[in-house]
């Protein structure tokens, strides 16, 4: 079957042409003419499938026919991540070059002038993350009750990120009358309760089944003996024992991404870092290096996990065992894509064998298992003590690198910020015998009376305090006026 076959108009199939397909995938080839005919569509491949071409490409073909008007958009594309939202827009570009289609992109970390700019001159095709669209509804800047095809792709990733309750509540903002496309990778209960809600009479199209890795990637799994160190060392051979063109590094944590893309920028890696707590600019910047290839290795958490269409990767490494079976499958489907033959491997310790194994009873298939040896026990990482640590403990405090800082101690009488001394020099102890300077000492006003027998005996005047030293004033008594006028009288 060609593109010609499944109801496309010549511009569209001259664009198609133009980006180098030839031959539809079995999800577009199914899927295009449904969408087409009006249909509801529940869509279900593994990721690298084609899912966005066959959505995409009816919906052009279904925009050509009618107008915009300003705030009111036509079709709505739902993404549940700046990057896949971003992807998107790419691909209506690339197939809507022939067609004079407006397109708007609400995602985060962006001005909202610009947004505001494309909405009010009126859009055909509006792509946001449900929080940025969420802003501009409530705003006013925005009107949904034109939207004639409502479409939520990754429907899966949206459910683990917790867009689902901002999806049902734009669901209930567009007119009940739309078209809705509904694509995921897996069908959990919760994703199929949102089928049942808000489609109608849905055409299911499974072209493979849920949560299957492609054929054409290789999986292994390293057993690493030892911690976090003995990982970043199995990494960095595996990098450079394997023909690796490029690669994407996963990692759990945020904070682990960081720690790894600097462990391979100092063992001289072409690596950089990628996570949601990056700005927007910078995430854009660091995905197109890696594509164009100015970036070798990229190291990411599971924002970068779903859809994203880098075709040419050819390594897949699970530094981290992710907590979610599915993630996995979405992992290692960035690379093996489009035929093309594409490695997975994952490095494993004691603590991960319940997380492997709830992978392999997900895909339904063992997954090959390797012992990494022979790790130099000279340079394995020592325990540290609770002062490397950087606990929260007395003298020490853990900063934003994870190093620990000293504590600088309060003198007596100044502030810790006040102190000559730095933080990491030994503040030197006060003299034993050291006291206030002497002063002249002024004689008391009243002479001290002796103690009692059984009070404790007097302390050396010498060593008293200068303050205590002071002369102090009694005040007079006042005199009271009944008892001046008989002193009056008594003298008269």
């Not at 790894?260 to 072409?270: E, Q, R």
């Not at 000293?406 to 020099?425: V, Y």
């Amino acid at each position: 079957m060609s593109f010609a076959e499944l109801g496309l108009s010549p511009a569209l199939l001259k664009a198609v042409a133009d980006s180098g397909y030839t031959t539809p995938t079995p999800i577009q080839a199914r899927g295009i003419p449904q969408v087409l005919k009006g249909k509801d569509i529940i869509g279900i491949a593994q990721t690298g499938t084609g899912k966005t071409a066959s959505f995409t490409l009816p919906m052009i073909e279904i925009l050509a026919r009618g107008r915009a008007k300003a705030r009111m958009p036509r079709t709505l594309i739902l993404e549940p991540t700046r990057e896949l939202a971003a992807q998107v827009a790419e691909s209506f570009e690339r197939y809507g070059k022939y067609h004079k289609l407006s397109m708007a992109l609400l995602i985060g970390g962006v001005s909202f002038d610009e947004q505001d700019k494309k909405l009010d001159r009126g859009v055909d095709v509006l792509i946001a993350t449900p929080g940025r669209l969420l802003d501009h509804f409530g705003r006013g800047k925005l009107m949904l009750t034109g939207v004639q095809v409502l479409v939520i792709d990754e429907a899966d990733r949206m459910l683990d990120m917790g867009f689902i309750p901002d999806v049902e509540r734009i669901a209930k903002l567009i007119p009940f009358t739309r078209q809705t496309l509904f694509y995921s990778a897996t069908m959990p209960p919760e994703i199929q309760r949102l089928t049942d809600q808000f489609l109608q009479a849905p055409v299911r199209i499974e072209v493979s089944r849920p949560a299957t890795a492609a054929t054409t990637i290789t999986q292994v799994a390293f057993t690493v003996p030892g911690g976090e160190w003995s990982k970043r060392e199995s990494l960095r051979r595996l990098i450079n024992e394997n023909e690796v063109k490029n690669a994407i590094v996963f990692c759990n944590r945020k904070r682990d991404v960081d720690v790894v893309a600097k462990s391979l920028i100092k063992h001289g890696f072409s690596a950089a870092a990628l996570h949601g707590d990056l700005d927007q600019s910078v995430r854009t910047k660091t995905l197109e290096s890696f594509r164009n290839g100015e970036i070798r290795l990229l190291i990411a958490s599971d924002v970068a996990a779903r859809g994203l269409d880098i075709p040419a990767v050819s390594h897949i490494f699970n530094f981290d065992v992710p907590f979610q079976p599915e993630d996995y499958v979405h992992r290692i489907g960035r690379t093996g894509r489009a035929g093309r033959l594409g490695h997975a491997f994952m490095l494993v310790n004691h603590r991960d064998e319940k997380n492997v194994a709830a992978i392999e009873k997900l895909m339904g298939i063992p997954i090959e298992r390797r012992v990494m040896e022979g790790l130099p026990e000279e340079t394995e990482q020592p325990k540290r003590s609770s002062h490397d640590r950087g606990g929260r403990g007395r003298g020490g405090e853990r900063g934003r690198n994870g190093k620990t800082h000293e504590r600088p101690r309060k003198e007596h009488g100044q502030h810790a910020s006040m102190s000559p001394h730095r933080a990491s020099e030994p503040v030197p102890a006060p003299p034993v015998h050291a006291r206030a300077p002497e002063r002249s000492a002024p004689k008391p006003a009243q002479p001290v009376a002796a103690p009692a027998p059984s009070a404790a005996p007097a302390r050396d005047a010498s060593q008293l305090p200068a303050f205590l030293m002071r002369p102090v004033r009694l005040p007079e008594k006042p005199v009271k006026k009944s008892a001046a006028k008989e002193s009056t009288a008594s003298d008269a």
